[in-house]
């Protein structure tokens, strides 16, 4: 019996229509191709656009409309009139959230043909999986603006950290060192942030006890930002609170080809929600509608979506056809120093994809 994946797209803003385009056709090239599964997509226009005729980035009742879907296949959000923090906390941040999205999962992988910008790396020395907090901590949106407009204004921005939304993501990255057999090594700033990151290293240690076969290290952020550029090799998996792998992941994205191939997945393990996959790189919206956005990143996190779903064996030849396009080099956004389109690009995905199934 065929499973249907029901699958939420909300393209978003900018070029998010055009990458999240080229991911559903790979998607449904290798649906087609199987024959075991297929994906049924339902389209929403939620995004910055809607939020300018509405008034709101998606319809009141849109959390309910998403709950009867198994995953959300997100494009980017953010165009210019619309505040960052509105396009981000008014869609994003309210899908992570209603739907306890707390594992963020962003790759960090020199494919083969990738560009990277550090000198004397090997491809094999960049392999890293963040695991980031993604419920709470610094993005928890707790705070106050006192006396706003007077010389006495202040801003109060919390962070909070729980032991129970602590210890469930760090021993989600504690499984996964283990079932991977790699290192695992926690990022916190306990040296300068003397409760939120000492709690969360007291809790890394006792999590630790229970997985005494895991080989782990610690780093502040600080640190460990220097040693992503100068010593990639010593992270493999990586776990680390909400801000900090916001900013490191984007690191690792100049470190291992740049925006155009960084994938994120936001997961509720336990699938009582559906789970979030999307390309990382934003809008773009100065080269919208031109073409030349690297629908790569989509393919990408669509494979994170396959994987996600147990299609392993496709997850992996999604990522492999990438590793094909970036080596053979006749495909390539300009970003990547090639000529062709969005479209062309993920033609080239669909053809080897279809070479899959002969």
Known sequence: MKTIHKIAVIAGDGIGPEVIAEGVRALEQAASADGSFAFEFTYFPWGCEYYLKNGRMMAEDGISQLKAFDAIYLGAVGAPGVPDHISLW???????????????????RLLKGAPCPLKDVAREDIDMLFVRENSEGEYAGSGSWLYPGTPREVVIQNGVFSRFGCERIIRYAYELARAQKKTLTSISKGNALNYSMVFWDQIFEEVGKEYPDVETHSYLVDAASMFMVKDPKRFQIVVTSNLFGDILTDLGAAISGGMGLAAGANLNPERNFPSMFEPIHGSAPDIAGQGKANPLAAVWSASQMLDFFGHGVWARRFIDIIEEILVEKQYLTPDLGGSASTSQVGDEVVRKLKAYSK
């Open 90 to 108: 008014d869609l994003l941040l309210i899908i992570r959230k209603q739907f306890d999205q707390y594992v963020n999962l962003r790759p960090v």
